[in-house]
């Protein structure tokens, strides 16, 4: 599940409208998508019929013909782009479907084991500057994405550091080449550092600002406006590593502080969670 950033207020609001209100705009993309889609097969169809049966354009058919087939390729772009927003939508839709079971479990439990959560996150519940369900919200975002991040980078480990990582997806490398051997390994330990840029380092990295909101609620509204982060393939970030060991994964807008690598956010998170990476990014 990829990361993708929200605003402040859309952080505030309840997850259950975020997912609706998501989930509606990546159908209504996917829709668009198909549309544009339809208009290529479309364009394809009367392109092939003309030529192979020779028929004669008269009067403004032919003007029109030639501006379908000029349109082709927006009408390419058209449909990648809406299948890529519904492709957001959807992820976004079911990470605050994640968020909603987290709140839904926090109001089944007493003040006393609320106030237990809180504590294991090193946050004081009678010291709030949101309301109590605002505050029930960002604590509900808060465990979630701590939780994501545990688990992804778990899965990411598993995928790396295995012996013999093809039996994490049930392959026997037995039955195999050698050459098909190496290859599938390389290949799932690259689906293993994807999880990690993709997945797990995203996930650390909300939560820092999730506590930061907690702790400041005029502080940064995002991750963006303080600094950007790039995730890399393998084959690049091992390149960087060999060349001038380059671990970089998220560069600050001062320019004077110093970068985070990946793994410093990983030490940070294992060792001081969020409140440790939330100083190292918000000081």
Not at 89 to 110: C, D, M, N, P, Y
Not at 162 to 188: C, H, N, V, W
Not at 226 to 251: C, Q, S, W
Not at 260 to 277: D, K, V
Request: aromatic letters at 8%.
């Amino acid at each position: 599940m990829d990361l993708l950033p929200i605003s402040r207020n859309e952080l505030l609001q309840l997850p259950s409208q975020l997912e609706a209100r998501n989930a509606r705009w990546s159908k209504v993309m996917n829709i668009a998508s198909k549309v544009a889609m339809a208009a290529l097969a479309a364009i394809a169809l009367a392109t092939t019929s003309i030529f192979l049966f020779g028929i004669t354009l008269t009067g403004p058919a032919p003007l029109l013909f030639i501006g379908s087939v000029l349109s082709t390729p927006l009408w390419m772009f058209a449909s990648a782009k809406c299948a890529d927003e519904s492709a957001k939508a959807a992820k976004l839709a079911k990470q605050e479907r994640g968020v909603t079971e987290a709140l839904e479990e926090f109001q089944q439990l007493s003040v006393e084991q609320f106030s237990s959560i809180c504590s294991k996150l090193s946050i004081d519940p009678t010291i709030s500057h949101y309301s109590p369900e605002q505050f029930a919200v960002l604590i509900a975002r808060l465990a979630f994405w701590n939780k994501t991040g545990q688990t992804m980078l778990e899965k990411a480990n598993r995928h790396i550091y295995a012996d013999t990582p093809e039996s994490e997806l049930g392959f026997d490398a037995s039955k195999m080449t050698p050459g098909q051997a190496t290859y599938l390994r390389y290949t799932i330990r690259e689906i293993g550092y994807s999880i990690l840029e993709d997945d797990a380092l995203p996930a650390m990295l909300q939560t820092a600002l999730i506590r930061q909101l907690l702790d400041n609620p005029s502080s940064a509204s995002s991750l963006a406006a303080v600094g950007t982060t790039t995730p890399k393939p393998l084959a690049i970030r091992i390149t960087e590593l060999f060349h001038d060991n380059n671990d970089i994964y998220m560069t600050f807008h001062d320019t004077s502080r110093p970068p985070l690598t990946r793994h410093e956010i990983i030490h940070l998170f294992n060792t001081g969670g969020a409140s440790a990476l939330q100083q190292r990014i918000f000081a």
